[in-house]
């Protein structure tokens, strides 16, 4: 993953977007994360993702703008392995020295024992979905860094969060806020059109079609999130939503997913399950 550079960048690369006082969003060419914690407790923040390849030293100065340069973060949280979400983890565990969480299903990806399926560049979609052979599918090992998230459902050095298995991720959700960190289980900007992610135009959609390879967990996935009724989301991929907005438009592809989200084509759609 080291050699991987993917040339693609949105507008809103590296413009940190506030989403509450303890939550920030910081989007690394085509993905985001998020940076958790008050400013005002410095010494208590979690990261959640790593962002795209040779990205660390963007996400070291942006912590450090945050919570100041003897700050480093109590853990880093993964919402799932791909590359674009775990891209800078290896140098950000080597330069802080802290625990990765993840879930126990990620844990083969993440030590080094598997790789992910090869993206699906047969499927419907505009010209990302046809890029994404380029796309490192590789698994990385983070050895003892890296460990599994408690089975309660709480998160390390998160209060008040707690993890929601949404199979291929995890979203992590605050229930006194109705605050929700989707990872991709649904994203709000048609991830396989490139003009549309170099824009990001704002469009509830599905997961990245090109990186799923089960659409009923998928739907069932969203179905799980549209029942908490969030009033603000931060998802892998697009601008954070809020409100009516989201929650009507979360319903809407709940409702409607398999005309939405579900491509007509693609190596991993069975038209049964759809």
């Known amino acids: 993953m080291d050699d991987k550079l993917i040339p ?10 506030y989403v509450a006082n303890d939550i920030h969003c910081l989007p690394i060419q085509i993905v985001n994360i998020c940076f958790v914690g008050s400013p005002e407790r410095p010494k208590n923040w979690v990261l959640v993702d790593a962002g795209m390849p040779k990205s660390s030293d963007k996400i070291i100065e942006a912590a450090k703008e945050l919570y100041g340069e003897e700050n480093k973060p109590k853990a880093i949280i993964l919402t799932h392995g791909h590359f ?14 802290v625990p990765v ?14 790789n992910y399926p090869e993206p699906d560049t047969s499927v ?13 599918n590789e698994g990385i090992d983070l050895g003892e860094h890296v460990q599994s998230l408690p089975a309660d459902g709480t998160v ?18 605050r229930d006194n806020d ?39 967990a998928a739907w069932n996935s969203v179905d799980k999130l549209d ?26 592809l709940n409702k409607e997913f398999d005309t939405i989200a579900i491509p007509d ?8 399950d759809s």
Do not use: C
């Open 227 to 252: 029942s908490l009724k969030p009033n603000v989301v931060v998802t892998g991929h697009g601008f954070p939503m809020a409100g009516e907005e989201l929650q009507e438009n979360l319903t809407k």
């Open 178 to 216: 109705r605050t929700l960190l989707a990872g991709d289980a649904f994203i709000t900007v048609k991830q396989e059109y490139l003009f549309k992610v170099l824009t990001q135009e704002q469009e509830i959609s599905g997961p990245p079609r090109y990186l799923t390879t089960d659409w009923k």
């Open 8 to 17: 693609v960048a949105s507008i809103s690369s590296g413009i940190d977007q």
């Open 124 to 136: 419907e979609g505009g010209f990302v979905a046809k890029m994404s052979r380029m796309f490192p």
């Open 265 to 272: 084509y693609g190596k991993y759609v069975n038209k049964e």
């Open 101 to 114: 969480y993840a879930h126990e299903l990620e844990m083969p990806y993440l030590t080094g024992e598997k």
């Open 156 to 173: 390390p050095h998160m209060e008040e969060w707690n993890w929601i298995h949404t199979p291929g991720h995890i979203s992590l959700f």
């Open 84 to 97: 674009d979400h775990v891209g800078a983890v290896e140098e950000l565990v080597d330069h802080w020295n």
